[in-house]
C-alpha cells in the first residue's frame, strides 16, 4: 500500500511563492509518474503538473508554465512544487497523487483518473 502525504501549504499573498512537498511510503514505491493537482471551491480538480519517475520528463499545465517548477528526489521517495509569483486564483487545495504502471494513451499524466494514489491535500490560499 502507498501512502502519500503533502505539506508545505499556506496563507500567502499576492506574488509570494510556497513550495509543497509530497512524501510517499510503502513497501516498495516505483510510480510511473507523480503528478499535482488542484481543486478550488466549487470547481473540478485540475491538472497542474507531472514528472516521470525514471527519468525526468516534467508536464505542466498552461496556466502554470514559468511559474511553477516540479522536482523530485527519489532517494527520498518525495516530489516537490516551487510555486512563484502567486496569484489569488492559485488559492485551492493541492493534492499529489501517483499512477502507477504504464500509460494507456498519450496525456493520462493530465487525467486524475489515471492516477493510483492521493494525498490527503494540502490547503494553499493566496491572498490580493
Known amino acids: 500500500q502507498v501512502q502519500l502525504v503533502e505539506s508545505g501549504g499556506g496563507l500567502v499573498q499576492a506574488g509570494e511563492s510556497l513550495r509543497l512537498s509530497c512524501a510517499a511510503s510503502g513497501r516498495t514505491f516505483s510510480p510511473y509518474f507523480m503528478g499535482w493537482f488542484r481543486q478550488a471551491p466549487g470547481k473540478e480538480r485540475e491538472f497542474v503538473a507531472a514528472i516521470t519517475w525514471n527519468g525526468y520528463r516534467t508536464y505542466y499545465a498552461d496556466f502554470v508554465k514559468g511559474r511553477f517548477t516540479i522536482s523530485k528526489d527519489n532517494a527520498k521517495n518525495t516530489m516537490y512544487l516551487q510555486m512563484n509569483s502567486l496569484k489569488p486564483e492559485d488559492t485551492a487545495v493541492y493534492y499529489c497523487?501517483?499512477?502507477?504502471?504504464?500509460?494507456?494513451?498519450?496525456?493520462?499524466?493530465?487525467?486524475?483518473?489515471?492516477?493510483?494514489?492521493w494525498g490527503q491535500g494540502t490547503q494553499v490560499t493566496v491572498s490580493s
Open positions: 497523487g501517483a499512477k502507477m504502471g504504464g500509460c494507456s494513451a498519450n496525456g493520462c499524466e493530465e487525467k486524475r483518473y489515471e492516477y493510483n494514489y
